[in-house]
């Protein structure tokens, strides 16, 4: 069946290190894929989405590529601050009846 | 992107006893999801609602342990039922679809504790 892979965490940075937070995605069809971002509590927030391969979804200095060849959506942010401080689900979905397939999540801690 | 309000946030129940979980949306959607997160894991569904027909479950689910009422476009329920330990988890809901610029919203999810 569908399924979602992420590294394990947690994952320990020093402010202003380079993020990457693989994401690799078992499906049939063509997912959609999603990055979801969970702060200390609080809920769940959509980071960034992509629905066709190539497509590169963006946001708050976070990108991910849909990237159909290796079945990857890594995560990557250039510069992490504290408050980026969450775990981190890399998720997928295969239809537009909403069904959601979540990775294990990641924890990332960055220090100051 | 919808609102969604979810109650109660958290609750604290005995063994045997059930809960019931509301979550209200602010606009009309025609299917909402639910979901469990069980402590230090991931997010699971467990079953579709839609509007005016049974909702649908997921394998590993039981319309009898999670009873679910969809009374219009804007509510919905989940009842954990006849509660244990095990049932210990973030309950949430979810509105959404995968095509729109906002995805799936997630509300802020109750947190269960069975003792």
């Known amino acids: 069946g569908d399924s979602v892979t992420q590294m394990e965490g947690p994952v320990t940075l020093s402010e202003e290190a380079f993020l990457t937070i693989n994401c690799t995605y078992t499906a049939t069809g063509y997912p959609s894929l999603f990055w979801y971002v969970q702060y200390p509590g609080e809920g769940l927030q959509l980071l960034l989405k992509a629905t066709k391969a190539d497509d590169k979804g963006s946001n708050k200095g976070f990108e991910a590529t849909y990237r159909k060849e290796t079945t990857s959506f890594h995560l990557e942010k250039g510069s992490v601050q504290v408050s980026d401080s969450a775990v981190y689900f890399c998720?997928?979905?295969?239809?537009?009846?909403?069904?959601?397939?979540f990775g294990q999540g990641t924890t990332l801690q960055v220090k100051p | 992107s919808a609102v969604i309000s979810q109650k109660p946030s958290r609750d604290i129940c005995q063994r045997g006893t059930s809960l019931t979980i509301q979550c209200q949306v602010d606009?009309?959607?025609?299917?909402m999801f639910w979901y469990r997160q069980q402590p230090g894991q991931s997010l699971t569904l467990i079953a579709t609602?839609?509007?005016?027909?049974?909702?649908?479950?997921e394998s590993g689910f039981v319309i009898d342990k999670f009873p679910i009422s969809r009374p219009n476009l804007t509510f919905s329920t989940l009842t954990v039922s006849n509660m244990s330990p095990e049932d210990s988890s973030i309950y949430l809901c979810?509105?959404?679809?995968?095509?729109?610029?906002?995805?799936?919203?997630f509300g802020s999810g109750t947190r269960l504790t069975v003792v």
């Open positions: 609602a839609n509007q005016g027909s049974e909702a649908t479950y």
């Open positions: 606009s009309q959607v025609t299917m």
């Open positions: 979810s509105v959404g679809a995968a095509s729109t610029i906002f995805g799936y919203t």
């Open positions: 998720a997928l979905s295969t239809s537009n009846t909403g069904k959601l397939i």
